[in-house]
């Protein structure tokens, strides 16, 4: 059994039109996972099932062993997710309030919150930034404090939906490196993305979406010259038949 196990996985919007169908997948403790596909494939409505933002119409999906559907407190404790747009998460006035947020709807004493929000911005490389607005902050900024926020929530599963979306180079490369470490520190990551050059790299498998369907999975190597069969750009290094060569080199 997988530490997150996503059994016959289907949605249906409430028009009727069915965006998901029938997704089995397993991930082990500990992988990074890179979900690609085209726009429209079901990325990203298969990722909000994962801390219950989503009901699924069919199929079950199951964190460490926690039903979804039965405990979804307890699952969105275990799973953080950063969006697209890194501003719906942003709640408070200042960089180390809204770090705080979630562990103070936890119900946590002051000292834990205060250690976990300093533990976060340190990790995050924010802590200079504590008393900035949120809104101050550039893009890459913003999705390191959606980072932090989730750290400060002792969160083992991270989440990540196009990460790189609208950041230029320093934003991509800040973030990029804060995903590595997060993998490094043991964390599960599951990133959404129709780009790979950034990412493949670092990712232990591969997962392909056409149409609401998953229809490819395996190690990065065996399928990345696979990709565009899919309306996926296939990374320059291997293209060019280098293998896989990590974007920060």
Request: glycine share 8%; hydrophobic share 40%.
């Amino acid at each position: 059994m997988g530490y997150i196990k996503v059994d016959q996985l289907s949605h249906h919007f409430p028009n009727g039109k069915k965006v998901l169908h029938d997704i089995t997948l397993s991930i082990e403790r500990g992988e990074f996972v890179v979900i690609a596909g085209k726009n429209g494939s079901g990325k990203t409505t298969f990722c909000r099932h994962l801390n219950g933002l989503l009901k699924p119409s069919e199929g079950i999906i199951s964190i460490d062993g926690l039903s979804v559907a039965k405990d979804p407190k307890k699952v969105r404790q275990k799973v953080g997710m950063v969006f697209q747009n890194a501003d719906s998460q942003l709640v408070a006035e200042t960089v180390a309030a809204d770090v705080a947020f979630g562990p103070e709807n936890l119900g946590l004493d002051h000292r834990e919150i205060e250690l976990r929000v300093n533990q976060a911005l340190a990790a995050t490389g924010l802590r200079k930034l504590a008393d900035r607005s949120p809104q101050l902050l550039s893009g890459g900024e913003k999705r390191r404090l959606a980072i932090a926020g989730i750290l400060a929530m002792r969160s083992e599963i991270f989440v990540l939906d196009e990460p790189f979306s609208n950041l230029d180079y320093p934003g991509s490369r800040q973030i990029l490196e804060q995903i590595i470490r997060l993998h490094e520190n043991k964390h599960t990551i599951i990133l959404v993305t129709h780009e790979l050059e950034k990412v493949i790299a670092h990712a232990t498998r591969l997962v392909i979406f056409e149409d609401g369907a998953l229809v490819r999975e395996g190690k990065p190597s065996d399928i990345v010259e696979e990709v565009e069969d899919f309306g996926i750009r296939e990374p320059c290094s291997s293209k060019l038949g280098h293998g896989i060569s990590s974007w920060l080199n």
